[in-house]
């Protein structure tokens, strides 16, 4: 199988690079520091698989998944995280990613997890799949379309007045919101939200 690597750490990429190269079956086509310059080696090398860090520069993991699904690219792909987060795993599937695992999961899992992406199964580290099991989102429904409107920069009134609520209804669910995810005023929760995939 032909693999593009894509992680922002010079010395992370080249010891996994040499791992991946000594499998028989693997042919590694291209070595990216960001989502950028992974989807230009996806779009010139045409790889089976690539294999993405979920945090990069220009752009991350998760939203290069999102481009190939919409652009329809035939790559498979496998996202290794350090993030134990539910939202970047509902945000993974919905962008069609076939493997999510733990970036400090031994060399042996990820080239298994590649052979089974190849053969058209998913693969997912035990780990992830028990932690994404038991989490849930903590915003509710009306929470959640709150929280877009102030991210999208409506005033409290004008959220209000969309939702045919209170202003004080409107501040007491953003309150809420806001105390939920842990953030520090309205924008800061939105930016929170966002992240974790809990305003889809």
């Known amino acids: 199988m032909r693999v593009v690597l894509a992680e922002d750490q010079t ?6 690079s040499t791992l ?3 499998e028989d ?3 590694m086509v291209g070595l ?5 310059e992974a989807m230009e080696l996806i779009e010139s090398h045409q790889p089976d ?10 752009m991350t993991g998760l939203e290069l998944a999102e481009q190939l699904k919409s652009s329809e690219n035939p790559c498979q792909v496998v996202i290794l995280t350090t993030f134990s987060r539910s939202g970047y795993f509902q945000r993974a ?14 060399i042996s899992e990820l080239v298994a997890a590649l052979r089974a992406v190849h053969r058209g199964e998913r693969a997912i580290s035990p780990e992830l799949a028990l932690s994404f099991w038991d989490a849930e989102n903590p915003l509710s429904a009306r929470e959640r379309e709150i929280l877009k409107l102030a991210g999208d920069g409506l005033a409290t009134g004008d959220i209000a ?13 953003l309150s809420e919101a806001i105390q939920k995810v842990e953030g520090k ?16």
């Not at 010395?11 to 996994?16: P, Q, S, T, V």
């Not at 698989?49 to 220009?58: H, K, N, Q, S, T």
């Open 11 to 16: 010395m992370l990429r080249g010891a996994m």
């Open 20 to 22: 991946l190269e000594m």
């Open 25 to 27: 079956d693997i042919e």
């Open 32 to 36: 990216a520091s960001d989502g950028v």
């Open 49 to 58: 698989i690539c294999v993405l860090d979920i945090e990069m520069p220009r």
């Open 93 to 106: 599937m919905k962008a069609g990613v076939r493997g999510f695992l733990l970036k400090d999961a031994p």
């Open 161 to 173: 007045e969309r939702l045919y609520l209170s202003a004080g209804t409107v501040r007491n669910y």
């Open 185 to 200: 005023n309205r924008i800061d929760a939105y930016a929170i939200a966002q992240k974790n995939g809990w305003l889809d």
